[in-house]
């Protein structure tokens, strides 16, 4: 198998834009391919990453809709779909394709629009990704799975309220050094514990925002990298599943797919928790953060809201998590997350991040998680 | 050809007339929720319906204060994962039990929730 790199990152601002999900997606892939400093020509292929294009824009197909967009139509695309982590999976297939030496060049990306919709609509095309009769009939949303996931939480180890509401406000003092995230302002705790009941015990400022956006990345072989400035080396990326419904889940108080998707991961880089200097996790709720940090390793299971609280995944602390503000201060565009968490890395890892930037940052770690927990993505990055 | 032991229509028929069931492994025993095809620990592909009591215990739960769309008009409400005595798990939605009294470990008992003519799971007071 052959070495694959970054070579290049793009993502858009995000929060509310009056442009379509394959505009915003262009403008991230033409700055992608600046950075990397390559033509559009010397593109192979385009994996896309789109979730509810079909509800909110009435557009599927939405693979060479983007590649025409943005000016490359001829090149074969695919979109992903596996919930939130679409692109980190769109990503995991370029990475393949490159190592199995198909292709020398991949763009991924991915875009959403959301905030052309109500809430109570977005609210309902999000719990899409739960079992249409089993449990969107009931009313289940998407607060309300990682609502159940905090309850077995604080009950089987004591998380609190109070630990859960350090994740937000630390990533949105994260978010505020981001000239690209939603939301640029620093909150309190007191601001997060008084915020209105979303699904109890998740309240509006444990939640991440709904948010229209773009991210693409320029995947090369190691050939095309080495005449790059500063690649970023892809050490290890996996996939990993679990049951679609919540009943079949053994223990709501973790996510086995982490736990599998990381040890696979880290297997092909030869690395563990402790070789990893920043990482990207998916904290569409402070409770998300908190287990993806204990599935990942950097702290036992139930350690991770008192880590928190303690300020150990904070930008100084001993593991910073989500330096980019995390999409819970930075946004989730749903199709682009996934890209636009590896761009942070491929960013920490070049030095490149300014006032977030993580001193020396060697090794970084993004992962990404699919709707009901049901998938999850882990890649492991390092730079020469 | 198989046919399976009871489709997701036969079930929500159940479920309408008051009755949970669940398929059971002829091969291993393990039980589990339909549909299925294979069994997931023996990969057999031979299920009995059994029925299940419809008595458990409240895992995990919470109140939905922002509904989707198709649900706003009934917000407040609590859904609950129920872990069933026989051993699998559903979510449902509570039924009858005041939302500030809700609490892990809670005795629940299965009924039928009719709304706008689709039957699902519900569990109200034990
Ligand atoms: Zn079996």
Known sequence: MRRVAVIGVGVTKFGLHDRT???????????????????ASAVQALYYGNVVGGE??????????????????????????????????AFRHAVMEIAAGVSDVVMVGGAERVLNVTTAESTEYFAYASDAVWEQRLGLTFPGVFALIARAHMQKHGT??????????????HGALNPK??????????????????????????????????????????????????????????????????????????????????????????????????????DCFTIAEIVATEGLGFFEPGAGGRAAEEGRTSLGGEIPVNPSGGLKAKGHPIG????????????????????????????????????????VLVSLFGRD | MTEPAITVRAFFERVRAGQLV????????????????????????????????????????????????????????????????????????????????????????????VVSDQASIGFGPA
């Open chain 1, 21 to 39: 999900s394959a505009e915003l997606f262009a403008e991230a892939a033409a700055d992608a391919l600046t950075d990397a400093g390559i033509p």
């Open chain 1, 56 to 89: 909110t824009e009435h557009q599927l197909h939405t693979g060479p809709q983007a590649a025409s967009v943005l000016g490359i139509p001829s090149v074969p695309t695919t979109r992903f779909e596996t919930a939130c982590a679409s692109s980190h999976a």
């Open chain 1, 160 to 173: 609190t309220e109070a630990q859960m509401a350090a994740v937000a406000v630390k990533n949105h003092r």
């Open chain 1, 181 to 282: 995230a939603q939301f640029q302002k620093q909150i309190t705790i007191e601001q997060v514990l008084k915020s209105a009941y979303v699904a109890d015990p998740l309240k509006i400022f444990d939640c991440c925002p709904f948010s229209d956006g773009g991210a693409a990345l320029v995947l090369a072989s190691e050939e095309v990298a080495r005449r790059h400035r500063k690649p970023v080396w892809v050490l290890g990326s996996a996939a990993a599943s679990d049951w679609m419904l919540l009943g079949d889940k053994r223990d709501l108080s973790r996510v086995p797919a982490t736990e599998r998707a990381a040890a696979a991961a880290y297997r092909q880089a030869g690395l563990g928790p402790d070789d990893v200097d920043v990482v990207e996790v998916h």
């Open chain 1, 336 to 375: 682009a997350t996934g890209a636009a968490q590896i761009a942070e890395i491929v960013t920490q890892l070049r030095g490149e991040a300014g006032p977030r930037q993580v001193d020396g940052a060697r090794r970084g770690l993004t992962h990404t998680l699919g709707g009901n927990t049901a998938t």
């Open chain 2, 22 to 113: 669940a398929i059971r492994c002829e091969s291993c025993g393990q039980l589990a929720i339909p549909p299925r095809e294979l069994c997931p620990t023996c990969h057999a592909r031979a299920w009995q319906p059994q029925s299940l009591a419809g008595d458990g215990t409240i895992a995990s739960y919470t109140v939905i204060r922002v509904a989707p769309r198709s649900h706003a008009a009934e917000a407040p409400y609590a859904v609950a994962v129920v872990t069933l005595k026989e051993g699998v798990a559903v979510l449902g939605r509570i039924v009858d039990i005041p939302l500030g009294s809700l609490a892990i470990g809670m005795p629940v008992r299965f009924r039928p929730l």
